[in-house]
């Protein structure tokens, strides 16, 4: 198999891996939110959320920029080109 491709391939599965851990930690801050709405906003759930926002907001740029760039690569290749 071509080297860029299996590079690609792997790359690809670390930015779905990076996704999903990221929306997770942007979930959990919601689910935190809004237990903590609902029971006065113990210091535990300001915790949760805020540590989940921080989180997504640190993993989730990276893995969302890579993924547009081997859309693009394989776009490309198919002949698809760019939009200029």
Same mark, same amino acid.
């Given at each position: 198999?071509?080297?860029?491709? *299996?590079? @690609?391939? @792997?790359?690809?599965? %670390?930015?779905?891996?990076?996704? &999903?851990?990221? !929306?997770? /930690?942007?979930?959990?801050?919601?689910?935190?939110?809004?237990?903590?709405?609902?029971?006065?906003?113990? #210091?535990? #759930? %300001?915790?949760?959320? %805020? /540590?989940?926002?921080?989180?997504? *907001?640190?993993?989730?740029?990276?893995?969302? %920029?890579?993924? !547009?760039?081997? @859309?693009?690569?394989? &776009?490309?290749? @198919?002949?698809?080109?760019?939009?200029?």
């Amino acid at each position: 198999m071509d080297p860029v491709v *299996t590079r @690609r391939t @792997r790359i690809a599965r %670390v930015v779905v891996l990076a996704k &999903r851990i990221g !929306y997770l /930690a942007l979930l959990g801050a919601i689910a935190a939110f809004v237990l903590g709405a609902i029971t006065g906003f113990p #210091t535990w #759930t %300001v915790a949760i959320a %805020v /540590a989940g926002l921080v989180a997504a *907001t640190v993993v989730l740029p990276i893995p969302i %920029v890579l993924g !547009y760039g081997i @859309r693009a690569a394989e &776009r490309e290749e @198919r002949g698809g080109g760019s939009f200029h």
